[in-house]
């Protein structure tokens, strides 16, 4: 609920309300809206243009260390991060994308490119697991798609984001690390224990390498805030 806007006379004999928590974000940002929809509307291109239609998409577009097309292709890096394996692994990086998205972008910059910005964090994130899912498997036959190693990198950036809000020792800073072990543990462990046992086919490469390419690269996209200054 955003603060009521009045005129400026005062609420004299007015019930006042206790004050409640600052919300974390007043509207939804647009560069996490913006990804979210085209990820979506690929993936329902994909649906309406049937199996033939997916399956040349995944050959064109997918990520392959090594595949029908040979290596050395650039724009895969890019657009595997927009294509998925069906609705559950659709929805649970959507789901994600929405919970964590807002509160990095929100964080990254507060001008008016804050959502280019943001956008490019995310494509370099992704960018970033996948160079680390090749690096490790630089002979895979199998393509990876899907969003996850962006992902992790926004929750990188949060983490940066949150950090800054909160002093060293305090109780943002416990839940912040805190945040990151389970992160770490269950994107990543869970991940990789589900690929060598066959249980779930997750590239657990592409989460660890998204989430430190989006350690590393926040500071560098990171808008500085202007000193403020006093009003006149």
């Given at each position: 609920?955003?603060?009521?806007?009045?005129?400026?006379?005062?609420?004299?004999?007015?019930r006042?309300?206790?004050?409640?928590r600052?919300?974390?974000?007043?509207?939804?940002?647009?560069?996490?809206?913006?990804?979210?929809?085209?990820?979506?509307?690929?993936?329902?291109?994909?649906?309406?243009?049937?199996?033939?239609?997916?399956?040349?998409?995944?050959?064109?577009?997918?990520?392959?260390?090594?595949?029908p097309?040979?290596?050395g292709?650039?724009?895969?890096?890019?657009?595997?991060?927009?294509?998925?394996?069906?609705?559950?692994?659709?929805?649970?990086?959507?789901?994600?994308?929405?919970q964590?998205?807002?509160?990095?972008?929100?964080?990254?910059?507060?001008?008016?490119?804050?959502?280019?910005?943001f956008?490019?964090?995310?494509?370099?994130?992704?960018?970033?697991?996948?160079?680390?899912?090749?690096?490790?498997?630089?002979?895979?036959?199998?393509?990876?798609?899907?969003?996850?190693?962006?992902?992790?990198?926004?929750?990188?950036?949060?983490?940066?984001?949150?950090?800054?809000?909160g002093?060293?020792?305090?109780?943002?800073?416990?839940?912040?690390?805190?945040?990151?072990?389970?992160?770490?543990?269950?994107?990543?462990?869970?991940?990789?224990?589900?690929?060598?046992?066959?249980?779930?086919?997750?590239?657990?490469?592409?989460?660890?390498?998204?989430?430190?390419?989006?350690?590393?690269?926040?500071?560098?996209?990171?808008?500085?805030?202007?000193?403020?200054?006093?009003?006149?």
């Open positions: 609920m955003t603060d009521p806007h009045h005129s400026g006379v005062p609420l004299t004999g007015a006042q309300r206790p004050p409640g600052e919300p974390i974000f007043k509207t939804f940002p647009a560069g996490t809206a913006m990804l979210i929809g085209f990820i979506l509307i690929v993936f329902g291109v994909g649906v309406l243009g049937g199996d033939r239609f997916q399956t040349l998409m995944v050959v064109l577009f997918s990520l392959w260390p090594e595949g097309l040979g290596d292709r650039l724009l895969p890096y890019v657009t595997h991060q927009f294509l998925h394996f069906g609705p559950v692994h659709l929805l649970m990086n959507v789901a994600m994308l929405a964590v998205g807002p509160l990095a972008e929100s964080g990254i910059a507060r001008d008016g490119n804050r959502v280019i910005r956008i490019l964090f995310f494509l370099l994130c992704g960018i970033g697991g996948a160079l680390g899912f090749v690096w490790i498997n630089p002979g895979a036959e199998n393509p990876m798609v899907g969003a996850s190693g962006a992902i992790s990198g926004v929750f990188g950036g949060f983490l940066w984001s949150a950090l800054g809000a002093g060293r020792g305090n109780q943002m800073h416990r839940a912040v690390l805190t945040s990151a072990g389970f992160f770490l543990v269950i994107n990543v462990g869970l991940a990789a224990v589900g690929r060598v046992t066959g249980v779930v086919p997750i590239a657990w490469e592409s989460h660890l390498f998204g989430f430190l390419t989006g350690l590393l690269v926040w500071p560098l996209l990171r808008a500085r805030e202007p000193l403020d200054k006093n009003p006149d």
